[in-house]
């Protein structure tokens, strides 16, 4: 069964630093992984989406890696500002047996501050 | 383009009752997926439907079911309510069912908040 691990919990940095995201999955067989945010309340947005083929895709100020072999996904957030609160979680699709469901399985996230 | 859309938004039941949630999935999309969230599960995905045939099922009781109709909006029903069935649900749409060797994202709704008391 995939098991999906985001460090840290929660962060609180001031506006304009530099942060990375982790994520960890226990089950390297997957075929992508999406990166998501969540506002309070809300329901998701998905951010960036990486093919099991791929080592990184960017969007703006985003940055997410994938080292597939080694279960592991990074978000990388660039100059950040306080509109980028909010919680943010990865999902990998696939790998493990999952009792036959064929859903994304998600991490708790991480609860993401930016002050002004 | 309209997004996902999820009705009714808020929803309060007592234990017991039965409850159905609406989905329209974002136009020209056919795989629509359900998921539950709540603090201390986090997101769990319940199935998945394309073309009004359930494709996938998570790890749920029989109380959590679901149908597709012919223009690929979705309904998920609970029956026999239960406290622990409190949550925020989820759905998801998708053009192709088979996102394993595409770009395809997931798209999701805002979600319909159900309180059971």
């Known amino acids: 069964k995939q098991e999906v691990t985001q460090i840290p919990a929660a962060l609180s940095v001031p506006e304009g630093e530099n942060l990375v995201l982790n994520c960890s999955f226990t089950d390297s067989a997957i075929y992508n992984l999406q990166w998501f945010r969540q506002d309070p309340g809300k329901g998701l947005t998905s951010l960036l989406l990486i093919q099991s083929s791929q080592r990184e895709q960017t969007s703006g100020r985003l940055n997410a890696s994938l080292d597939k072999s080694s279960g592991r996904s990074t978000l990388y957030i660039a100059a950040s500002q306080p509109g980028d609160s909010a919680t943010y979680l990865c999902?990998?699709?696939?790998?493990?047996?999952?009792?036959?469901?064929?859903?994304?399985?998600f991490g708790k996230g991480t609860h993401l501050i930016i002050q002004p | 383009k309209a997004g996902v859309t999820q009705t009714p938004r808020y929803l309060i039941k007592t234990r017991g009752q039965q409850v159905t949630l609406s989905c329209s999935p974002i136009?020209?999309?056919?795989?629509v997926s359900w998921y539950q969230q709540t603090p201390g599960q986090g997101l769990q995905f319940l199935f998945e439907y394309f073309s009004e045939t359930q494709r996938n099922k998570g790890n749920f009781p029989g109380r959590f079911s679901g149908r597709q109709f012919s223009n690929s909006r979705s309904e998920m029903n609970v029956s026999t309510l239960e406290l622990g069935d409190s949550a925020l649900y989820l759905c998801a749409s998708s053009r192709d069912r088979d996102r394993k060797t595409t770009n395809e994202k997931l798209f999701f709704g805002s979600g319909t908040q159900l309180s059971v008391l």
């Open positions: 136009s020209g999309h056919r795989s």
């Open positions: 999902a990998p699709y696939g790998g493990g047996s999952g009792g036959g469901a064929d859903g994304l399985t």
